[in-house]
């Protein structure tokens, strides 16, 4: 089975309008930079983006935002992004801060099929509003429930034709997570190549939870904040 795609053109192009879209990364290290600039190009708007950040105000996901195509952030971490900012204080985008550690475990419940999990991080704060708690063995404990999306967008180091992913080094994040949490995953990998050529062992992301690749033919690789010191 190959699971090609002929560009992130094409792979965009089974987005509709108010998708959910998991979107791998750390910052600015390994994100789907092609899956986003083709999205949008395309113009895809009314989106639930699920993503650690929320990009840089020119890169990442900051183009969907200045773009006014996202509706709604599930984010842990928003702060380096002033366009973001903005649309916050003035309400027209939707904002669901979650701590990194439960983010993580909620997308990590979404792929596994677990109905929730009690986790103390949280607890007696805004963020534990509305929700259950409970107190085991005499620790307070939050009720988070998974999260889950209609597509997920992952970036790999290298993909084979039938899905198979590896990643490289701190790229890695979120993307293996969020590969098993999404009914779609494209994957877009830098390095395509046949079915085998990845040692088994090497295999983070096996193929059964990947729909569709597309080889990406650009990156920047930007850094996100650049700190030097004078030698």
């Excluded at 779609?184 to 569709?212: K, M, N, S």
Aim: proline share 5%; glycine share 12%.
């Amino acid at each position: 089975m190959n699971k090609v795609l002929p560009s992130a053109e094409a792979a965009v192009a089974l987005i509709p309008d108010g998708a959910s879209i998991m979107m791998g990364g750390f910052g600015l290290c390994g994100i789907p930079e092609n899956l986003i600039g083709a999205l949008h190009a395309r113009g895809t708007k009314d989106l639930v983006v699920i993503s650690n950040n929320a990009g840089v105000d020119d890169f990442g996901i900051g183009i969907l935002l200045q773009a006014r195509q996202v509706r709604k952030m599930i984010s842990t971490y928003v702060g380096e992004n002033k366009e973001f900012e903005r649309q916050f204080l003035q309400g027209v985008i939707e904002v669901e801060l979650v701590p990194q550690g439960t983010f993580a475990e909620r997308i990590r419940a979404g792929g596994a099929g677990i109905g929730g999990f009690f986790t103390p991080t949280a607890y007696g704060t805004l963020a534990a509003e509305g929700k259950e708690t409970r107190v085991i063995d005499g620790q307070p404990y939050v009720l988070e429930t998974p999260l889950h999306a209609d597509f997920a967008f992952v970036r790999a180091h290298r993909g084979d034709r039938l899905g198979n992913l590896a990643y490289y080094r701190t790229a890695r994040n979120f993307n293996p997570v969020m590969a098993t949490a999404a009914r779609t995953t494209i994957a877009e990998v830098e390095e395509l190549v046949e079915p085998g050529a990845i040692d088994p062992d090497h295999v983070v992301t096996p193929g059964i939870y990947v729909r569709h690749l597309v080889k990406g033919v650009r990156y920047e690789n930007r850094i996100e904040k650049r700190t030097t010191r004078k030698v």
